[in-house]
């Protein structure tokens, strides 16, 4: 599948090299720029798959472009940085960044480069979804657990009848668990008792 690129960095010559060995090895280069700004408004219209992103730029650090780009409209993101600066990296590790690349470029290393951090990228958002989804459950179970608690004590019922009640209304009513017991515990709270 072929990839798309934006490209955004201040020296139009190593954009132009970066855009042309791209191109060489079936990328499509969709976008360009030389600014903070322009990447951003770059990467909301394109919708790039990677975004190659230098540091230097004159209106803005790009890390902090990539910060809010990854915050905004999660992608990709190669660095590109004329020297290695271990407050860089680890900048750009925080920023959530893919890849750090030094200039001058090596066209056989892009390739290796692009399908390691589209693969990352990959997995840190199936991990953070993941990561979501066990926190929701956990905040369901809690909710059930206390509405449970009220059944229990108003009903004067075992946990295990408060749950089958739970779990009852659920399917009868098309509505999950942990709508039930919001709805249990949003009468709770009108009727003055929690």
Do not use: W
């Not at 910060?67 to 860089?88: F, G, N, R």
């Not at 059930?144 to 009848?161: D, F, H, V, Y």
């Amino acid at each position: 599948m072929r990839k798309t690129v934006v490209i955004v960095d201040d020296s139009l010559g190593s954009r132009a090299t970066l855009s042309q060995a791209l191109k060489r090895l079936g990328c499509e280069v969709v976008g360009e720029g030389s600014r903070g700004s322009e990447a951003i408004r770059l990467v909301q219209t394109l919708k790039p798959d990677v975004l190659f992103l230098a540091v230097g730029l004159p209106d803005m650090d790009g890390l902090t472009v990539a910060a809010h780009i990854l915050e905004a409209l999660p992608l990709p993101i190669l660095i590109l940085s004329s020297h290695l600066d271990q407050e860089l990296i680890q900048r750009a590790k925080e920023a959530g960044v893919m890849a750090y690349l030094l200039k001058p470029l090596r066209e056989e290393e892009l390739l290796p480069a692009i399908e390691l951090a589209i693969s990352r990228f990959e997995e840190f958002n199936a991990l953070r979804k993941e990561n979501a989804d066990l926190r929701r459950i956990l905040e369901d179970r809690k909710l059930i657990e206390r509405a449970k608690g009220i059944l229990m004590e108003r009903e004067r019922i075992s946990e295990q009848q408060a749950f089958a009640r739970i779990q009852k209304t659920s399917m009868n009513t098309r509505r999950s668990m942990a709508e039930i017991a919001q709805a249990i515990l949003l009468s709770e709270a009108v009727t003055g008792r929690a």
